[in-house]
């Protein structure tokens, strides 16, 4: 059974930092791209990053890059989104989700149950 | 950014109705666009992918259509399981873009 099972969000001041993980299990992680989405609160989901499956590749959301940084450690079946600079806007639950491409259809099949980023003073 | 807009923002809806959800693309997209089901709480759930493929385990009361631009979900006969909110999203860009999300709510 494809399990991913995010951790690490939490209370952190603005300008602060934290480092979301995603435990993935029940599939082969080293095959697949993954991403992170978002969601603040009352509003719809927005994706944040991807990462192809030996890590070679990353893409962001043009709103943070510089500020976010997606890795993957593909010996451990972890997903990381290490976020500085943290702003009240970024307050969300995130989630990683799974990434099924195919010759014709990319979509994101499995997903997290999301951890709760807050940012407040 | 490919900018998805989808249409309407909620909907309020009784049991055995059909519904439809329009979700439109800022430039074409071929067919890779995907719907997702979110009750509160919970995370998204995949619907349909590649515009019109059903996902495995969703019922048939489900269908998508659509290519380029322009796509739409159906739900045939709303049943109580299916009051959620509904999110477009585009996957022909490495970047992917969601819709705001359609909440579906019982009239």
């Known amino acids: 059974e494809v399990q991913l099972v995010e951790s690490g969000g939490g209370l952190v001041q603005p300008g602060g930092s934290l480092r979301l993980s995603c435990a993935a299990s029940g599939f082969t992680f080293s095959s697949y791209w993954m991403s992170w989405v978002r969601q603040a609160p009352g509003k719809g989901l927005e994706w944040v990053a991807n990462i192809k499956e030996d890590g070679s590749e990353k893409y962001y959301m043009d709103s943070e890059k510089g500020r976010f940084t997606i890795s993957r450690d593909n010996a451990k079946n972890l997903l990381y989104l290490q976020m500085n600079s943290l702003r009240a806007e970024d307050t969300a639950v995130y989630y990683c989700?799974?990434?099924?491409?195919?010759?014709?259809?990319?979509?994101?099949?499995?997903w997290g149950q999301g951890t709760l980023v807050t940012v407040s003073s | 950014d490919i900018q998805m807009t989808q249409s309407p923002s909620s909907l309020s809806a009784s049991v055995g109705d059909r519904v439809t959800i329009t979700c439109r693309a800022s430039?074409?997209?071929?067919?890779?666009l995907n719907w997702y089901q979110q009750k509160p709480g919970k995370a998204p759930k995949l619907l349909i992918y590649?515009?019109?493929t059903l996902n495995r385990g969703v019922p048939s009361r489900f269908s998508g259509r659509g290519s380029g631009t322009d796509f739409a979900l159906t739900i045939r006969s709303l049943q109580p399981e299916d009051f959620a909110t509904y999110s477009c999203?585009?996957?022909?860009?490495?970047?992917?873009?969601f819709g705001g999300g359609t909440k579906v709510e019982i009239k």
């Open positions: 989700a799974r990434d099924f491409w195919s010759g014709d259809s990319d979509h994101f099949d499995y």
């Open positions: 430039q074409h997209i071929n067919n890779f």
């Open positions: 999203q585009q996957s022909y860009s490495i970047r992917a873009t």
């Open positions: 590649a515009a019109s």
